[in-house]
């Protein structure tokens, strides 16, 4: 006997839903999902009448039912949102064409018109060209900073209102966990918020997906036959971001609301009076929100421009202190001069008593230093990292 | 006795099964019947190309893994302990690749 759907109590089941538990058909299914994030863009008051919207696209699952349902929503509930794709082209040969085809596709298929910005138009660098400048091991940091900024300038340029990313709620849980693991109060305050950015500066960012659990969105999109690519796997079990991963799937398969519980946990977390907070500014070159007189990308795009690509490729305040200092020495900083280990590039083959050595990579965590970890894991078939952690 | 199954690996489960996303596949399982418990213990040993760590965790798919039988989630039909018929399609979509 069939399990019956526990909404319309008439047609088979065939979704346990992973928030309630529930059993529902494929119609209901359909229906609930919608009307979820319907009342979580209501409820938050995530757009108005009129605003100019880019749907931040990478062609991944997140980012194409992103699109497919702000459109349907949109047109059913009249919101009178100006809807748009944004997709960036990193640069980088073979890389990016499948999945741009695959945005291509869902401008076609959704009708929603489509803006690519390249690296070239943000930077001036395309990623092959950092590649060919500084090698393969500290692109990390670049592909890192440059892709968390590359929306907001693109989205600048385009004088848009808004930009809504596909972040879910299995991304926001993982991501307070990471952030509370690794002390990061300011950004733990950000990733919960489903509105950031909303300051004069810097376009605001929605997460209309912040409850939506990615189960239902493969499933949404499996059910629904949208058109999709996927990327060689970035969780691999190594990487940072990949254990807490495991681990919040690990708990959910013992209590299901893990997901819902610990985003709840990260929305009451409220900083102490006489925490030392790090001060936002705006970056003097381009006006990015940043905590320090310049922001990361530019620093790096100065060092880059320069001919000193290794400038940037650690702690931006330590850098500030370095871009003073570039001009007066150019001799490294560490005791170690021997393994060529400096401040900024600290190769696997540093001595345990080099003070840098414990240094992880800002984007993938150990995956770089762990001497456990063989390089090709990593870059046997991509250049540069495949995350989507784009900052929440 | 052979059981004709076909097994469909999707949102990135693909790339550990040689890039190819569907399998018709035989299984022999004599006069017994054949869980899905048991197919994935086949998988593992017929079909699994790299990265065990990637599908499976213990006896089971790795969390983040989502399984469906004829379309349906595996979660409403006994997940492990659900018996495979004849021309059954199983499809396994990873859910942890690229958003
Ligand atoms: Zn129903
Ligand atoms: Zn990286
Ligand atoms: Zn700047």
Redesign the pocket.
Known sequence: MPLLCSICKDKRALLKRPKTGTPVCKDCFYWAFECEIHHTIQTANLFKRGEKVAIGASGGKDSTVLAYVLKTLNERYDYGLNLFLLSIDEGITGYRDDSLETVKRNQQQYDLPLKVLSYQDLYGWSMDAIVKQIGRKNNCTFCGVFRR?ALDRGAMSLGVDKIATGHNADDVAETIIMNILRGDIARLQRCTAIITGDDPSGIPRVKPFKYTYEKEIVAYAYFKKLDYFSTECIYAPNAYRGHARAYLKDLEAIRSSTIIDIIHSGEMMSVKEGVKMPVQTK??????I?SNE??????L?EGLNKGLPRLGVGKTSKVNQQLKQVNDSKSCECQNKSTKCCLNNVPKTAPSSCPNRSKNCENHDAKFDSPSVKDNQMDKTTKICLTNSEIL | MALTVILEFLGGAEFLFGHVKHHTVSIEKGENKLNISQLLMWIKENLLQERLELFMQGCTVRPGILVLVNDVDWSLLGELTYEIEENDRITFISTLHGG
């Open positions: 900024q970056c003097k070159k381009c006006g990015y940043s310049f922001c990361k990308a530019c620093v795009l």
